[in-house]
């Protein structure tokens, strides 16, 4: 091919094929990519040569055209045919992509190309991920073949000292994954909790010449600008960030939480692998299936971005510290907002030492244990039963006990948020725990979880009087196991727990792990029962029901006032017999959109199922003109009705698998 009609023939090729793609969308009812749309037209062009040749092979060609003039009418038709069979072959090649590879499963070839090297780097990640699991002895349980090793204490505690080693090995993200995990004793087996709790977030501290690239890139100045003070050794250092001491130029005694340089990236590579490696156990496991591991992992990977962000957890600790019923007994370190940014975090501090290692200096100031634990529950339960939102993570190295015998609250990036509905709720289910009435604890347990349709609440309230006589009888309850079996018997009925209270629980259950470690002996269970009484009292007292009252009359007063005249309007139109209901079926846009669509879909297969039963008549048809020694016209006409047949199915099956 010469070289100067080269871009001719490519030009006038791409144009052909762009021509044959946009057709073969429009009768489809597609919108497809530029790929796809070239990958259409490129297939028309290949086949379409053929399907003529294998047409037009019977007609005589010369140098001047058909030997005879009505058999080039004939040819006409033969050609248009073809023509409309290569558009009928694309549809086909479009369907049958569409039914395998739908369009938006595979990302557009530019970013594909794009972000090649980050996926190379992502896919050795999670073969070194895959690796490090096989070397902690997750290898079975990855291909789901000890499934039944699960069924018995040993084999999950098994299953959790393996999947700590692996997180522990592999790097910053896992071990901040497993972190969390160990705090989800609703959904996960204890044995497995108790070892993830081993997991350590200690790290070796980043150099100070980054950490104060951060902060200026943060700060928008210079440290010493912004401090008066800043000690370059970090008072502590983890996995996503370390503390620093500070003094501002006002004198107040700071701590600086910065983030390590570079590890968002980090983070989201990994919660990307280990997003899959969630799908991955639970399409192949069991027991992946039986936790819901990609509905935790995804929850997990939330949790995780949003201790990312620093401006998260400064509101946090503004929204806890400005509730109505915050306890003074407890103290919170104040953010200074203006310092405070994505990934840094400036507070006041808090001298003190965290309770988990507070032992000796309880021993040493003659601290009463129970009256502190009573105070760390009162504090928790008044944030989750009266404020609505509450600290999501108490264990002891949250909680500090102060130098000055309160205790002090710490890291927020985890907090719990209820609604009125949700905490009025709540509030029942305990004052229903309480009183021992399983009745009262079923009814305000079906209204903290979505109601099923079916729910057989006679069962429920006998498996609740089971589950309360087992747990809040005696003297002292077992408060981990006792969320344990009450997650079974909400699970055993077919009820699923939001969010929101499977926090709720979560942060009793951690709490109760720090308050019988405080002080063994201490009953969770007896102790919130007693508090929330008081809240309900408190909340329904004189003067707290004088302003519900009001606030009440203040809503319905409106209405009060229109309701008689509109009760007048009613019974006069009663009267006359005018009275009707006016109900406007399909009024929602949305289910006219589902029903026309359907409609649609009938109308076309039906067209196209006539079209296809007349064309098969019309070809088994004899007689007839003959438009050549093989073919007659009622052929002709029946081949071109089946075409027109196989195109409304393809329409038909096209919508359908885009919808799939």
């Not at 393996?162 to 004793?185: C, E, H, P």
């Not at 081993?198 to 100070?208: E, G, I, K, T």
């Not at 710490?410 to 029942?428: C, E, I, K, M």
């Not at 606030?551 to 009760?567: D, F, G, N, T, Y």
Request: hydrophobic share 50%; charged share 20%.
């Amino acid at each position: 091919m010469d070289v100067l009609t080269f871009p001719f023939v490519a030009t006038f090729s791409v144009l052909t094929a762009l021509i044959f793609g946009l057709i073969a969308q429009r009768l489809l009812g597609l919108r497809l990519g530029l790929f796809r749309l070239l990958l259409t037209g490129g297939f028309a062009i290949i086949v379409g040569p053929l399907i003529m040749y294998a047409l037009m092979d019977q007609f005589t060609l010369t140098p001047s055209g058909l030997t005879d003039r009505s058999e080039g009418a004939v040819a006409f038709w033969f050609a248009l045919l073809a023509g409309v069979l290569t558009i009928l072959a694309s549809m086909v090649l479009l369907v049958i992509i569409e039914a395998f590879v739908p369009l938006g499963s595979l990302p557009p070839a530019l970013v594909w190309g794009r972000g090649l090297l980050g996926r190379l780097r992502r896919a050795r990640r999670y073969w070194q991920i895959i690796g490090i699991a096989v070397r902690h002895g997750l290898g079975s349980y990855l291909r789901g073949t000890r499934d039944r090793a699960l069924d018995v204490p040993s084999g999950r505690a098994q299953l959790g000292r393996a999947l700590t080693n692996t997180l522990n090995a592999g790097g910053v993200t896992f071990v901040k994954l497993g972190q969390i995990l160990a705090t989800r004793r609703d959904v996960l087996p204890a044995e497995i909790a108790d070892e993830l709790a081993r997991l350590q977030d200690d790290a070796s501290p980043v150099p100070w010449p980054q950490i104060e690239r951060v902060l200026v890139a943060e700060l928008g100045a210079p440290v010493d600008e912004v401090f008066a003070e800043f000690a370059r050794e970090p008072l502590a250092a983890a996995s996503v960030g370390q503390v620093h001491v500070a003094r501002l130029h006002d004198g107040a005694e700071v701590v600086v939480k910065v983030q390590r340089p570079g590890i968002r990236p980090v983070v989201e590579r990994d919660l990307d692998i280990a997003a899959r490696l969630a799908n991955r156990l639970e399409s192949g496991t069991r027991w992946g299936r039986r936790m819901g591991v990609r509905t935790l992992a995804a929850g997990l990977a939330d949790a995780i971005r949003e201790e990312l962000d620093y401006r998260i957890e400064a509101d946090n600790i503004t929204a806890v510290a400005s509730a109505p019923s915050r306890q003074p007994d407890v103290v919170l370190p104040e953010p200074h907002l203006a310092l405070c940014t994505e990934r840094v975090l400036v507070m006041d501090r808090l001298h003190g030492t965290p309770l988990n290692r507070a032992g000796a200096v309880i021993e040493e100031r003659g601290v009463d244990r129970d009256a502190l634990a009573t105070t760390l529950l009162d504090c928790l339960l008044r944030q989750i039963v009266l404020d609505g939102i509450f600290h999501a993570d108490p264990h002891g190295g949250n909680i500090f006990l102060l130098d000055d015998g309160r205790l002090g609250l710490l890291d927020f990036g985890s907090v719990g948020r209820l609604d009125g509905a949700l905490r009025d709720a709540l509030q029942r289910l305990l004052v229903g725990v309480d009183r021992g009435d399983p009745l009262a604890v079923s009814d305000a347990l079906l209204e903290l979880v979505p109601r099923p349709d079916e729910i057989d609440q006679q069962a429920l309230e006998r498996d609740i009087g089971r589950f309360m006589a087992r747990h809040t009888t005696g003297t002292v309850s077992t408060g981990a196991r006792m969320f344990g079996d009450l997650f079974r018997v909400v699970a055993d009925h077919g009820l699923a727990i939001p969010p929101e209270i499977a926090a709720v629980f979560r942060a009793l259950a951690t709490a109760e792990g720090t308050l019988t470690r405080l002080t063994p002996r201490f009953d969770l269970i007896g102790g919130a029962r007693a508090l929330a009484s008081g809240y309900v009292e408190e909340q329904y007292g004189p003067e707290h029901l004088k302003q519900a009252v009001t606030e009440e009359l203040a809503a319905l007063l409106p209405i009060l006032r229109r309701l008689p005249r509109r009760v007048e309007r009613i019974a006069s139109a009663a009267e006359h017999g005018r009275l009707g209901i006016n109900v406007r079926l399909l009024a929602d846009e949305r289910d006219r959109a589902v029903l026309t669509t359907m409609l649609h879909e009938v109308l076309l297969t039906v067209l196209a199922a006539t079209t296809g039963i007349m064309a098969v008549l019309l070809i088994g048809t004899g007689g007839g003109p003959q438009l050549t020694d093989a073919v007659g016209l009622y052929e002709l006409i029946g081949y071109n009705m089946l075409v027109i047949s196989a195109i409304l199915a393809l329409r038909v099956l096209a919508q359908i698998f885009r919808r799939g």
